[in-house]
């Protein structure tokens, strides 16, 4: 049979599907060549980026001079500062003196009423009296019966008198002679009571200790206050010498090790922020103050708990500058310099990082080492074990610094000693001049490795400047 391909015939669908599939390839074909191009692409802005390298900055290694500081904060104190308390108790009746006032050893300070005390003197001085009358008394008294005594003890030398005539007269004199004694006895005792009164009045008045200033006064006339001999007393007023300043700073137990008695100190005094002032380690405190922890010093010994309290130390540092005036209760920041290294070569402090002899950070040593306490059983013993053991792989890490050497770092092991709030001494394995890796942290503590390709980070410009 012969197909009919007259015009007037429709095509069949079999022959109009395939110029369709023709074009759906044609479209698939263009795709996948665009998607290929752009993978391409991809790779090769990728693998220009991957040869740039890590980013970094860098410093240089400079010769400096380190100066090794413990800082710590405090207040200024007068080096000489007496608290008034008076030893007797009773109603203030003047107070010369108002606070900043000078005053000169000697002046008369504080004076508390003295009726009560004056009262009790007049009564020892009649005990006095009355004492010393009976003794006058007791010696008559003695002197007879000492010659009647001697009478009959003649007597009775010669047997003219009994045996109970002679005892008789020789008890009466043994007994004047004890009240003569007695009598004796009772005047100094008198006289002791009248002093003790005299001096009790004499202390109704407070006379100053030195010369100096009146740096306070927490009491007012007609106040009564508490004498000191059986409580703690009232503080009525501080007498104290504001020409000798000192800063009383709190030192950590970490740093105290290295303060010593005259180390020079750089001083920051608040009142004076535009200024420096000059002052010297006078006094290191021998034992730890905790006042500065939480709750009591005893409650924190009997916890038994490290952070119960801070262990601080005080140190007193006196201030050399006298041509200002400090006023005491000014807070102040102490930069103690307890070591000097002069012209030594110095690398910024973050530059030195340290790994251990295979070339491990320590985050990544710790991680390993509790990768492999978890693998194992975990009993106490094992435990214990692993952080001693641990505790010494962390002692053995090596400290290293990143040298660039053109488009590559290398490691360099270095010796280092005292450091400053910036830099640190480099001993051995960097010299002068050499191209130290500063920045950025994770980059010298994780990213870079011995010959890690690397390039120079553009410093980000402000906004603020472009405008």
């Not at 003047?94 to 000697?106: D, M, T, Y």
């Not at 490795?449 to 402000?462: L, M, N, R, W």
């Amino acid at each position: 049979m012969t197909a009919d391909l007259s015009p007037g015939n429709a095509a069949s669908p079999a022959a109009t599907a395939k110029p369709r599939k023709k074009s759906n390839l044609k479209w698939w074909v263009l795709g996948g060549s665009v998607l290929l191009g752009l993978l391409i692409v991809g790779a090769v802005l990728k693998g220009r980026g991957s040869e740039k390298g890590i980013a970094i900055t860098t410093d240089k290694a400079v010769v400096k001079d380190i100066i090794q500081v413990v800082t710590a904060t405090g207040k200024v104190q007068p080096e000489v500062e007496v608290k008034i308390t008076p030893e007797v108790y009773g109603e203030i009746t003047a107070l010369p003196f108002r606070e900043g006032a000078s005053v000169k050893k000697g002046d008369l300070i504080v004076k508390i009423k003295p009726d009560l005390y004056q009262a009790q003197v007049e009564q020892q001085v009649a005990a006095v009296a009355q004492a010393r009358a009976t003794a006058i008394s007791t010696a008559a008294k003695l002197q007879k019966a000492e010659a009647d005594f001697k009478k009959y003890q003649d007597l009775y030398d010669r047997k003219l008198v009994s045996d109970f005539d002679y005892v008789t007269y020789k008890t009466a004199f043994d007994s004047a002679k004890a009240d003569r004694e007695t009598a004796l006895a009772a005047v100094d005792g008198a006289e002791g009571y009248l002093k003790q009164a005299q001096d009790q009045l004499s202390k109704t008045s407070i006379y100053s200790p030195m010369d100096g200033t009146v740096s306070s006064r927490t009491s007012e006339v007609a106040e009564r206050v508490q004498a000191s001999t059986s409580f703690a007393g009232t503080e009525i007023m501080r007498v104290a010498d504001l020409s000798k300043m000192e800063v009383r700073v709190k030192v950590n137990e970490n740093d105290i090790v290295n303060v010593k008695v005259g180390d020079p100190v750089v001083i920051s005094i608040d009142a004076y922020p535009e200024r420096k002032f000059k002052g010297v380690v006078r006094e290191i405190a021998a034992s730890a103050d905790n006042a500065g922890g939480s709750g009591s010093g005893t409650a924190a010994q009997a916890s038994g708990s490290a952070s119960d309290s801070v262990t601080n130390f005080i140190v007193k540092i006196r201030v050399s500058d006298k041509d200002v005036a400090l006023r005491p209760g000014m807070s102040a920041t102490a930069d103690i310099q307890t070591q000097t290294a002069k012209g030594v070569v110095s690398v910024p402090i973050q530059s030195v990082t340290v790994r251990d002899k295979g070339g491990l950070t320590a985050e990544e040593l710790t991680q390993k080492k509790a990768k492999e306490v978890h693998e194992r059983s975990g009993n106490d013993i094992d435990v214990a074990n692993d952080k001693t053991d641990n505790q010494r792989e962390q002692e053995k890490l090596l400290r290293l610094v990143f040298i660039r050497d053109g488009d590559k770092v290398k490691i360099s092991r270095v010796v280092t000693g005292i450091a400053d709030n910036s830099s640190i001494e480099v001993k051995s394995g960097v010299k002068a001049g050499d191209e130290v890796v500063s920045g950025p942290y994770a980059a010298i503590s994780r990213l870079l490795k011995d010959g890690s390709k690397v390039h120079i980070e553009k410093p980000k410009t402000d906004a603020s400047e472009v405008k």
